[in-house]
């Protein structure tokens, strides 16, 4: 069964810091990663999808992506209280065809401390 | 651009009552289609997705119901709501066949069964 694990946190940081979130996946198949910044009763939001390993940089967001350890991490840089969400970790797995169907984790709550 | 919009925003029924969601994608042409269920303090749940017209799987079994009448049209039913049928039901929709991986979701339609 495919899994996605991420920490539910809550995850405190002060403004201005680094927040860093970690995800981890179990099928080795899986091609493509997303994050996801989900506010309290909204719909989420893509922020980030990476398909490389290595490094991906778009403004005060950067997704991480290591292959062979099977995990993926968002680091989001200058935080700001309007960052304070739920961020989930997404996946998609090769086994999934022109389905594309996207396994989830249960997300990780950040809050940013003014 | 695209837009995916998502009816009705919220909706109280009672237990055995039967239920319609609709979801319609504007700017684009066959793309996947998905429903997902969250509960509350829960993760995403991928109740059906949908390739094409008339085209639907199911991921859980349970007494909800999928049809895709038209090529962006994608609507959620059911003949009796149970109590657990309770929660946030989220649309998305991401590129079909050849198209972009990315899902991207609809603003939701909070569900409460009394």
């Known amino acids: 069964q495919k899994e996605v694990e991420q920490n539910s946190g809550p995850l405190s940081v002060p403004e201005g810091a680094i927040a860093s979130l970690n995800c981890t996946y179990s099928?080795?198949?899986?091609?493509?990663f997303f994050w996801y910044r989900q506010y309290s009763g909204k719909s989420p939001e893509l922020i980030m999808f990476i398909y490389s390993n290595g490094d991906k940089e778009d403004g005060r967001f950067t997704a991480q992506l290591n292959k062979a350890s099977q995990y993926v991490s968002l680091l989001i840089r200058d935080s700001q209280p309007s960052d304070s969400a739920t961020y989930l970790c997404a996946v998609i797995s090769f086994s999934s065809g022109s389905a594309r169907q996207l396994t989830f984790g249960s997300g990780t709550q950040l809050t940013v401390l003014p | 651009s695209q837009t995916i919009h998502q009816w009705p925003a919220t909706l109280v029924q009672p237990v055995g009552s039967p239920l319609s969601l609709e979801c319609t994608v504007e700017?684009?042409?066959?793309?996947?289609l998905y429903w997902y269920r969250q509960a509350a303090g829960r993760g995403l749940q991928l109740l059906f997705y949908s390739v094409g017209i008339g085209q639907i799987s199911s991921e859980v079994p349970q007494n909800l119901s999928a049809s895709r009448p038209q090529d962006r049209q994608f609507i959620l039913s059911s003949k009796k709501l149970l109590l657990s049928d309770s929660g946030f039901y989220l649309c998305?929709?991401?590129?079909?066949?050849?198209?972009?991986?990315?899902?991207?979701f609809g603003p939701g339609t909070r569900l409460t069964v009394t």
């Open positions: 700017g684009t042409s066959n793309p996947n």
């Open positions: 998305a929709w991401s590129g079909g066949a050849g198209g972009s991986y990315e899902q991207y």
């Open positions: 099928d080795r198949g899986s091609q493509s």
